[in-house]
């Protein structure tokens, strides 16, 4: 289990630093989306800033696994609250966040089993 936990942790924190750079760097379609759920671009670099942070949390949790669980499951939270934002706003392209979330609660399920039993 502890190779699926490490591959997972590593392709979601590989997700999580382009998409939080995009937000960065806001080429058009990103500034679209952001528009299309009633984003400010302070808003958008918070939540760049949240999934870099959440890339940190999961290279780092390859040494220290509680990072990489508590990382997994903000962006659990994260995606979650993308989704309402999404349905608030009337917004249904929300393809993204919705496979984000379920990549994320996979990448938490995996990372909270490989726990070494005490």
């Known amino acids: 289990m502890h190779i699926a936990a490490l591959i997972l942790s590593v392709l979601l924190a590989v997700a999580m630093l382009q ?3 995009m937000k960065f760097v806001r080429p058009p379609w990103i500034r679209e989306f952001a528009e299309a759920v009633h ?4 808003q958008l ?3 760049g800033s949240l999934q870099i942070a959440a890339t940190a949390g999961l290279i780092s949790g ?3 696994p509680p990072f990489a669980i508590a ?3 903000g962006l659990v939270l994260y995606f979650g609250g993308a989704i309402v934002a999404h349905l608030r706003s009337g917004d249904r392209n929300m393809l993204g966040a919705t496979v ?8 938490s399920v995996v990372l909270v089993l490989d726990i070494p039993p005490a």
Do not use: E, N
Not at 39 to 42: A, D, I, N, V
């Open 19 to 21: 998409s939080g750079v």
């Open 39 to 42: 984003l400010t671009t302070s």
């Open 45 to 47: 670099t918070a939540l």
């Open 62 to 64: 390859i040494w220290f």
């Open 71 to 73: 990382a997994a499951i």
């Open 100 to 107: 984000f979330l379920a990549f994320s609660i996979a990448t």
